[in-house]
């Protein structure tokens, strides 16, 4: 049994997701962001980051999306949520994740976590003013390259699926209109429509 | 044989260390970043986001540290650079690697490519003043936390041995003392000492 730790709105929705879509035993552990509990002494044990997602096993704890992601996938094999035996094709998929992860969500941060990479005040505000500008051009990229359709991998439901879906539900609260990009929007919708997101959204409330 | 588009003083040279140490055909095509090469559209063809790395296969182009990391331990299997049959160890890899692109290199990105987040050139003055604070708690972290010794995952020389390097390879420039992380300093040595490491080194000069 797995404990996964995460928060409302944040991008360990797309662990939860895919915990959910491979049939793994999980619980799921709310932590309250806005009481700070990511930061008590006790989570801290769990992941000294101070971060969710944070995944409880057996062999002990998993951070960081991506290395979470892929390890559902080879974890439940039989869920078939990546191309594990084709070392390019898997490279893919990690190569969608690795740009969610350490170029669109990071651009993301700089609207809410701006204290992250600067202590001056008006620099925040600089910051938070460029994120529809560098949201919109990471969906851009994305929109253009990315979406192969239906899924993002193609005719395959894969980590990347869950994935995407979690940061583009932060567009609406970036300033950036998901009807600019249609193949996007369609994916939502169609992410929306499975029964495990639907599961985990009316957990997550 | 792949084509590896590197420059130097990028973390394209994770990349490049671990091909030489899988033993890959490959060749190193270096881009010139002073003359703005990565944005020619001739390269924007290749990576149409304006990076490096980037690998060349026979199957198309793969861009994403991690993604590359994990796909040339995948592809070369004989170099034993991951744990590719244990789903927990290889999560363990992917995490450092997660960790290293999406914080680490996030934040030294803040010194030079502040104009990525912010158009307000007091902001970027303010975000290169934060970057020894928050190199040096990162590298606080992967020295309490990530390094097992003698290579980052123990006694195997993993995918995470060339991407720390790396990133260590920065902190000088960053105004960080590497002497205060020993664990750091002497993987660096360690890594230095190894033929791959040097041959890379010197092809990029």
């Not at 991008?11 to 915990?19: E, F, G, N, V």
């Not at 044990?45 to 080879?74: D, I, S, W, Y």
């Not at 969500?105 to 976590?113: E, N, P, S, T």
Request: hydrophobic fraction near 45%; proline fraction near 7%.
């Amino acid at each position: 049994m797995y404990t996964l730790y995460y928060a409302p709105g944040t991008c360990a929705l797309a662990t939860h997701i895919a915990l959910e879509e491979a049939g793994a035993p999980y619980r799921a552990e709310r932590l309250d962001f806005g009481a700070g509990q990511q930061r008590s002494p006790d989570y801290l044990k769990v992941n000294p980051k101070g971060r969710v997602p944070a995944l409880v096993t057996e062999q002990g704890v998993l951070t960081e999306t991506p290395a979470l992601l892929a390890f559902v996938a080879q974890a439940f094999p039989a869920a078939r949520l990546a191309p594990l035996n084709d070392p390019f094709a898997f490279a893919r998929v990690q190569e969608i994740n690795s740009y969610l992860c350490s170029t669109v969500h990071v651009a993301h941060a700089h609207k809410m976590r701006g204290t992250r990479w600067t202590d001056d005040a008006a620099a925040i505000e600089a910051m938070k003013r460029k994120v529809p500008e560098t949201m919109g051009a990471c969906f851009d990229l994305i929109e253009a390259e990315m979406i192969r359709g239906p899924w993002v991998m193609g005719e395959a439901y894969t980590i990347c699926d869950p994935y995407l879906y979690t940061i583009a539900r932060w567009l609406e609260g970036d300033s950036v209109d998901v009807a600019r990009f249609p193949k996007v929007q369609a994916h939502m919708a169609r992410m929306e429509a499975r029964p495990a997101v639907a599961k985990v959204l009316a957990t997550q409330g």
